[in-house]
Every structure is written in C-alpha cells, then in structure tokens.
C-alpha cells in the first residue's frame, strides 16, 4: 500500500521545505507585481499606480474564488492521498479542475460586462478610471486559466510534489518579469503591456502545472459525470465554505479602497504600492499557509493527530519569527522605498508609517492563514467562512472607519491590522481546540474498534455481530 509522504518524517522539516519551494515562486511572482508598479511609476504618472489599485482589488476579487477552489483540491486530494487512495484522489483531482473553471468563468464575464460601474464603485474617476479598464479588460478573460491552473499545482502541494507547483509558479513569474521592460517601454504599451506580461504569466503557469499533474503523476482520471454527480458532494461542502472564506477578505479590501479613495490619489497610490511590497515580503507567511494545509490533511486523514498539533506548533513559530525579521529589515528600507517609487505627500506618509509601526502585526494575519488551512483541511472549512467574515464585519469595516475619522489615511491601514489581531489569535486557539477534538473522538473509535475484535470468536461474523448484535448462526447436524 502506497504510504502518504507527509505520514511519516518530521511534520516542522515537511514545512520547512514546503514552505521553501512555495516561497521561491510566490516570491518571484509577487515581485514581478512589484516590478510591473515600479516600471510604471518611471513614466511618471501617479493615476497609474492608483488604477493598478482599482484594478487589483478586483483581480484580488476574483483571485480569491480560485484560490477557494484551490483549497478545495488541496484538502480533498491530501485526505485521499492520506488514506492511500489514489482513485479517489483522481477523481477529486478532475472534478474540481472542471467545477474550477465552470465556476470562474461564470464569475468573470459579468465582471467583464460590468467593470466600468465596479470600478467606480470602489472610487476610480476620471484618467485613473479609464487606465484601470485598460490593465482589467485584458486580464479578466484569463480568469478561468488562472482558476485550473492554480488547482493544478495545488493537486500538486498535495501529492507532495512542492518542487513542480514551484516550477509552475516560477516559470509564470519568469516569463511577466521577461516580458514586462518589452511590453512596457520596447513596445510602448504602458499600463497594457503590464497587463498583457501578467496574461502570459497566467498561461505558462496553466500549461507547466497542467504537464506535471498528468504526465508526471497521472493524477487526473478520464471524466465522466456520473462520477462529477458523486464527488460533489464532498467538494461543495469544503469548495462552498472556501470561495466564502476567500470572498471576505477582497470585501474588506474594496471597503478598505474606497475609505482610502476618499483622502485622494496619492493616498491610493501608497495603498497600491504597500499592496505590491507586502506580498513580497510575506511570502513565506502566504507559502507557510498553502503548506500547511496538505500536511494536515494527509495526517488528519490517516488519524496521526499528535503530527497534526506539531505541525500547527512549527508554523506557529516560523509566522512570528519570520514577521519579527521583516519588520526589522523594512524598518531600515523605508527611505530607500519611498525614494524608489517616487512617493510623496500622503503616500510616503503611509509608506513611513506601515513600515515603522504596522509591519510586525501581520504574524496575525499569518495566525488566522494557518488556522483557516487547518479548518478546510479538517473537514470544518465553515469555521474558516466564519472567521474570516467576522474579522471583515466585525473588524475591518467598524475599525478602518473609526480610524479613518481619527487619524486620517494612516488609521485606515491602523484599522485593518487590529481587525487582524483580535480574530487572527481567536481563529488559531480554535482550530488547535478542533485538532484535540477529533484526536478525542479518534481515540474512543480506535477503543472501540480494539474491544470489538478482542470479543469475536466466530471467524464468520459481520461487523453487526462483532457489536453484539442479534445473530443467528446456521444449525449443525
């Protein structure tokens, strides 16, 4: 029987090297977003750092669908691959490819249809309004590629292949980073040869993922509906809770936006650019998060929950540690960012402060990823819907306008990360409450299991007559 990789080993070095691979792309992806803000901002046009933010809201918006649908396929593939089965694993792994991009794309076209009155809705006008069309017409029908892709190598994170979802991630990154100075500056296109580089990131990520999933592992079975009808009953119930979980945080951020739009462009334009630095930064937070979860859910699906506790520990401290260090560096980067992307007025203003006094808070934010891949992948993907529209509702929304009044573009940043704090320690203490649980309830099973065989004697019986059911045995002559 083939045996689970993340089963057997040391839970915090399965991190660690997940966590590493992870990172390397991701940080390589995010910086190319990094990039593409500071090839914008050398034409000189602060409305293109704001529209990029217009603009990646609702990218975000619809990111978070794939990356709930991504979690989906990581949770079910890791549980089937935990309890070595490998049909089903296949199975899990073709439907929810096909429910991916059933359902991005029927998110996308109405964005598509309606992108002039959503951006306006979040505050974009004027020039700042027309370039965020530019950079979002080009992006949005690429949607569904990126849903199936980013599926792709998260069946891969949970089949234990971290160095091939790296490759894809890697090769995306790579490709936007060759292609943006050409696109940009050799062909002239501006702020829509950005967007053209990040559609071809999005392809070459769907095609090196898609080839590793089903030429290297074979992973994907032949679809048939008869077997989409069967599995959707276990994907809706962690896919559905997921997209909902994923949902809150680009609610909150286009809340955050518009309080934000209302102190003027420069403020916008600083948001923009500590949205492309904290990615950046916090890759491994984010890596950490994605890596977490197919290690928990190989070892929850093959009852090894004390290896389940040990790795929520090990990440629990690779969060803090790693968010103290970034703090330290970003403190002394300040100036040279600032200087960097031109920034003055209210957006140097934000820079400075997010910098100085905001950076360490988002080990809280890294508490409640953890917890959320925690939930998804322990059969309870509700409470991570729950958390995370509670620190929307209850934190973000109350808090960045309470700030915003008190101390203007600074207290909406202020707002946010104290919404973080409260809900991110609250969601963690729950999932590691959860991981006990069903240790428990594991526990009486595998008791009860264990009195039942010491009892039978009759080499016949079924598992009714081992529970001291009724049986009624046939009559020797």
């Known amino acids: 029987m083939r045996k689970a990789v993340f089963t057997r080993g040391s839970p915090t070095r399965h991190i660690l090297v997940m966590t590493g691979a992870s990172a390397v792309g991701l940080l390589t992806l995010f910086s190319v977003d990094l990039v593409d803000m500071y090839f914008l901002s050398l034409l000189g046009q602060e409305e293109l750092a704001a529209a990029i933010g217009f603009s990646g809201t609702l990218m975000y918006f619809l990111t978070a669908v794939s990356i709930g649908l991504q979690i989906a396929m990581g949770a079910l593939v890791s549980r089937a691959e935990g309890a070595s089965d490998r049909v089903r694993a296949g199975d899990y792994c073709t439907n929810v490819m096909v429910v991916s991009a059933c359902i991005s794309t029927m998110i996308s076209l109405p964005a598509w249809y309606y992108l002039e009155q959503i951006l306006v809705f979040f505050g974009a006008a004027g020039t700042t309004l027309e370039l965020a069309m530019d950079y979002s017409n080009i992006l949005l029908p690429a949607t569904p590629l990126l849903a199936v892709g980013m599926g792709a190598a998260s069946a891969l994170r949970a089949v234990g292949d971290a160095r091939r979802s790296m490759y894809a991630t890697l090769g995306g990154a790579l490709a936007n980073a060759l292609l943006d100075p050409l696109f940009i500056f050799g062909f002239a296109w501006g702020i829509e040869g950005a967007a053209a580089a990040s559609l071809a ?5 769907f095609i090196i993922a898609c080839r590793a999933i089903v030429v290297v592992h074979g992973l994907p079975n032949r679809f048939h509906w008869q077997t989409l009808q069967r599995d959707l009953v276990a994907i809706l119930p962690v896919a559905g809770p997921a997209l909902l979980t994923n949902l809150a945080t680009p609610i909150g951020a286009s809340y955050v936006l518009k309080t934000m739009a209302t102190f003027g462009d420069s403020a916008v334009a600083g948001a923009a650019i500590l949205g492309r630095i904290t990615p950046v930064a916090f890759a491994a937070v984010f890596s950490l998060s994605s890596a977490i979860g197919p290690i ?6 093959a009852g090894l929950y004390p290896r389940v506790r040990q790795a929520l520990i090990s990440a629990l401290i690779l969060n803090i540690a790693y968010s103290f260090g970034i703090w330290l560096l ?34 809280f934010n890294g508490m409640l990823f953890i917890a959320n891949a925690a939930f998804n992948n322990l059969h309870r993907a509700y409470l991570a819907t729950l958390f995370n529209f509670s620190r929307m509702l209850l934190g973000t929304v109350p808090l960045v306008y309470l700030f915003s009044k008190w101390y203007g573009a600074p207290g909406v940043l202020a707002g946010e990360m104290a919404g973080a704090l409260v809900f991110g320690c609250l969601a963690y203490a729950v999932a590691f409450w959860q991981v006990n649980r069903q240790d428990s309830r594991h526990q009486i099973i595998q008791a009860d299991d264990a009195v039942v065989d010491d009892s039978v004697k009759w080499p016949f019986s079924s598992p009714r007559t081992q529970m001291s059911q009724e049986v009624t045995r046939p009559e020797t002559k």
């Open 330 to 363: 970003l403190f002394f980067l300040t100036e040279p960012i600032v200087r960097a992307f031109d920034a003055g007025g209210d957006a140097a203003e934000l820079i400075r402060f997010y910098t100085h006094f905001l950076v360490a808070g988002f080990m």
């Open 201 to 205: 990131a999005r392809l070459v990520l």
């Open 296 to 301: 928990v859910g190989q070892n929850a699906g």
